[in-house]
């Protein structure tokens, strides 16, 4: 349940933080500074694991992360944390041609309920407002089912050593995305106040090193459909944060979107968790 409450949060925090910072710059800090901190400390990825850490780091930190922030920087956070719900849909579906396991009829009726939810949110008149910012906030929770996927097929990993060295390999994707796409990043660094700089320690410390440490070591020692009906708990912490935090209000589209993705979450982990 820490993981779900230290990530559900981070929508407020990360909300802040690319308010201070060019969101991508945002992350390339995030990740450079995780990597300074954990690499020298933890052993190199084998022969082996090299190539699987690579993509991982691509899934996990350029697209999840790059697609995210900005989505997030765009849009508000409570639609956001329903969003990105889609992660363990795209997970279910991801397993059935790399990990040989075959969704049920059940589990397929969820996946139709979640993507039907997050269409509830994109719907009305401000769509074209809400179509990007959601769209790229669905294309980061693929990347992210995908880094998963590959975490399970290709550990178990020792967390640290997985968190650092894709952190490193991270750096140079966003960094180069940042400096295409952004502008006045080194200004950011000047101008920034201490709410941003406490975003940026938070994301490295407590929603990175901390959350995905726990996450690496869930996914090592437990199957997918044991660990996965926890994200359920993620827009839970996230509308909550939100609304305190942000000012944003809960609208009766925001509950039946939600209510439907969630639900239909829940449904893709009906089969899975009833396994030993």
Known sequence: MAVPLLWGYQFVVIKVGVTEFPPLFFLALRFMVIALLLVPFVRRPTRQQFGPVAAISLFLGGL?????????????????????????????????????????????????IAFAGVAVLAAGPGLSANALPLLLVVGAAFAFAVSNVLTKRYGPFDPLMLMGWSSLLTVPQVLVMSLLLEHGQLASLVVADERGWLALAYTIFI??????????????????????????????????????????????????????????????????????
């Open 64 to 112: 999840n992360f790059g697609l995210f922030y900005v989505g997030l920087g765009l849009g508000s956070g409570s639609l956001s944390a329903v969003a990105y719900q889609l992660a363990p849909p795209f997970t279910v579906l991801l397993a059935w041609p790399l990990l040989a396991e075959k969704p049920s009829l059940t589990t397929s009726g969820g996946v139709v």
């Open 207 to 276: 929603g990175g090193i901390v959350g995905f440490g726990l996450w690496f070591w869930l996914i090592a020692r437990c199957s997918m459909g044991r660990v996965a009906p926890f994200g359920l708990l993620l827009p839970v912490f996230a509308l909550i944060s939100s609304v305190l935090f942000l000012g944003e209000h809960v609208t009766p589209k925001l509950v039946v979107g939600g209510l439907l993705a969630i639900s239909g979450v829940a449904m893709t982990q009906v089969r899975a968790a009833s396994r030993p």
